[in-house]
């Protein structure tokens, strides 16, 4: 597993290589003392030998290394997770550890690499040390150089949002992107960058920096410094994914086993759950967040939501605006007055009598400091109402109002602060605007989802996404973890409030908008994009009485065990879920038609299933016909093959009953 290969060019180099013996990295320190890795699975070159190393402020570089130990270690493990795409999470990897000195001087840095069969890890750490005590990042010198010209799917960096639409090109054609960064070699094998852990530390974006070569480029502070730390210190992890197909991808656990233990000692608060809310009519400009004859977060509507969802096993209702102050965030009163129409004490309480979450709602606008000096009280009000959700929201697209960045490393710090505060209040989050999502749910369990990526609300009030976008969604974005995406939209082209929309200037809407899938496709997304705490976004009045809200009702987002059944990036995804002894599947494509055929072999053997299947019909039109559908029931077992004919941008949902 590790190999000592002697002089290369005058250097030294140390080898590791996974469990299973297919990826193998090469830490290699040259004469100068420049300190470079390399990348191969099957002996393949993935990564071309890459620079490692820091510049900081006011210290010269630390770039020239000697070596002074390694040691190579084996971990093999199974833990349990509090809840998650699988319960179950086997952490086995080889890990070498190395520690330097720099070549002239007597500051110290150590790097740890973690390879797990699927993909690898490694970061720096600083330990405690007389020569350098505390220091100012200005640039981490990390290079990813691609062995190969890849294709890329991308977003742009951007220090402050997510909500782009992917983009496909070569990575000889990128500037500056975020990660999770998944690439298609020509070989046809597949490669994800991201990091996990994010801790105390800004995010990481990548650098085009000519021909296939990538780096670390690092969200700044406003003063234009990177991180500002203290040995002892460490850095995230940064990662690579690496899988002979698309959908390898997804069955890896790789950032959770790079993120420590859970923090939190009882976890039975922590909980997933489905919800509705006061949502999806505010965006297509029925209702509105704040005061006004057209309000939507009223004490008589809240009731009608609450009994909507104790009648049809949903867990919480969300309520967007209603506090005061709606566009007044950095007030107390935008997270703790409520409207004149509004009773939050007679609402939590008629919540709680029918066993129903109420999903508190925070909108910050980007005004964190304010919000922090009120968050506390907000949460401690919370936990006398029986309040277990907070949504919080950052919407704020220049930044934070005190000048710093989303991704920086202030801001990183904020969302962990909040974290750990809603975990003393027995609080799960689902985050809006956030950081990136590392794996630190893991770490803090009760950080259930977020958005961080373009999601359904596009769709009321812009060109929209189209199908291709939630093909592409689960091997980028959600690689990083859970995406309230807020699926389940049954009136396509908002024809049922025809004559009863606005727009934002409160003028009777005359755009032309709607969701660029068919009904099916939106079942399936439950399944597709995963997220603990599931919102089925659209409006109640559009699922009372609709047979495919038996789909929605039946759907238990507490899963036990994940099967990826097919996939290719941007085309189409197919994907079993267990809960119990129920398993829920989702296919969806984009804007291609086409037939699956699927092998039901993660039944069990020798039992006989129900298959409920919600599906296109030979009627279904993406552009005329978008809610036709139909359900069909049959018989199935483990040894058969389900076909599925999906139309362009569809979908089918199927949910499997033992008999």
């Known amino acids: ?196 852990a994010l801790t105390d530390y800004a995010s990481m974006t990548l650098s085009h920096q000519g021909e296939y070569n990538l780096e670390a480029e690092l969200v700044p502070w406003q003063d234009g410094t990177k991180v500002k730390a203290a040995t002892p210190f460490q850095t995230p992890w940064r990662t690579l994914q690496i899988t002979d197909s698309a959908s390898g991808l997804l069955q890896s656990d790789l950032l959770l086993n790079l993120n420590e233990p859970s923090r939190i000692d009882d976890t039975s608060w922590i909980e997933p759950m489905n919800f509705i809310g006061v949502w999806w009519g505010v965006h297509i400009g029925v209702h509105t967040w704040q005061e006004g004859p057209r309000h939507g977060a009223t004490t008589e509507r809240a009731k009608q939501y609450i009994d909507f969802a104790a009648a049809n096993n949903i867990g919480g209702v969300l309520f967007e605006g209603w506090n005061k102050g709606w566009d007044n965030w950095g007030t107390r009163e935008a997270y703790l007055v409520p409207t004149d129409d509004f009773n939050l004490q007679e609402v939590a309480a008629y919540a709680r009598a029918k066993n129903v979450s109420i999903v508190g709602h925070n909108e910050t606008g980007g005004n964190v400091e304010a919000y922090e000096q009120h968050v506390e009280e907000v949460f401690s009000l919370y936990q006398k109402l029986g309040i277990r959700v907070v949504k919080t929201g950052y919407v704020a697209e220049q930044g934070f109002s005190n000048g710093e960045h989303h991704q920086g490393q202030w801001g990183v710090n904020h969302y962990r602060r909040i974290v750990k505060l809603a975990a003393k209040y027995h609080i799960m989050l689902n985050v809006h605007e956030p950081v990136k999502d590392t794996g630190i749910r893991r770490t803090w369990p009760n950080m259930m989802t977020r958005e961080g990526a373009r999601g359904g609300e596009w769709n009321a009030w812009s060109a929209g996404n189209n199908a291709n976008h939630t093909q592409i969604l689960p ?185």
Request: net charge negative.
């Open 475 to 659: 091997f980028t974005r959600l690689l990083a973890g859970p995406m309230d995406y807020t699926v389940g939209i049954f009136d396509i082209d908002y024809s049922r409030f025809s004559g009863q929309r606005y727009d934002w200037s409160n003028k009777p809407q005359t755009g032309q908008f709607r969701v660029h899938t068919t009904l099916s496709h939106q079942l399936a997304n439950l399944v597709t994009l995963y997220s603990p705490l599931q919102m089925m976004a659209d409006m109640i009045e559009n699922y009372i009485d609709h047979p495919a809200f038996k789909f929605i009702r039946d759907f238990d987002p507490d899963i036990d065990e994940t099967q990826v059944l097919d996939g290719e990036i941007g085309e189409y995804v197919a994907i079993a879920r267990r809960s119990g002894d129920v398993w829920m599947l989702g296919a969806t494509t984009g804007t291609s038609a086409r037939r699956l055929s699927l092998p039901l072999d993660f039944l069990l053997p020798e039992k006989q299933y129900q298959a409920e299947i919600y599906q296109d019909t030979a009627q279904t039109d993406c552009a005329a016909g978008a809610e036709n559908y139909e359900i069909v029931t049959r018989t199935v077992t483990a040894s058969e093959v389900l076909n599925l004919q999906l139309v362009e941008c569809g979908g089918a949902a199927v949910r499997f009953t033992a008999l």
């Open 1 to 196: 597993m590790l190999a000592l290969a002697g002089c290369l060019g005058g250097g030294k180099t140390l080898e590791v290589v996974s469990p299973d013996k297919h990826l193998a990295v090469q830490l290699h320190l040259d004469e100068r003392g420049e300190l470079f890795y390399q990348v191969r699975r099957d002996g393949n070159a993935i990564i071309t030998p890459s620079k490692l190393g820091f510049s900081f402020k006011g210290h010269p570089p630390l770039d020239k290394f000697e070596l002074v130990d390694a040691k190579l270690s084996s971990y093999d493990n199974t833990w349990t997770a509090v809840w998650g795409e699988r319960k179950r999470i086997i952490n086995n990897y080889n890990q070498l550890f190395v520690e330097f000195k720099e070549k002239r001087g007597d500051r110290q840095l150590n790097v740890r690499f973690r390879l797990y069969d699927d993909g690898l890890g490694f970061r720096y750490e600083f330990p405690q040390q007389s020569a350098f005590k505390s220091f100012v990042i200005m640039n981490e010198m990390t290079q990813f150089n691609l062995a190969e010209d890849s294709t890329a799917w991308w977003i742009p960096a951007d220090y402050d949002s997510y909500e782009k639409l992917y983009k496909t090109s070569k990575v000889s054609e990128l500037r500056q992107v975020q990660t999770p960064l998944t690439m298609k070699t020509p070989a046809g094998q597949y490669v994800s960058i991201h990091e996990a």
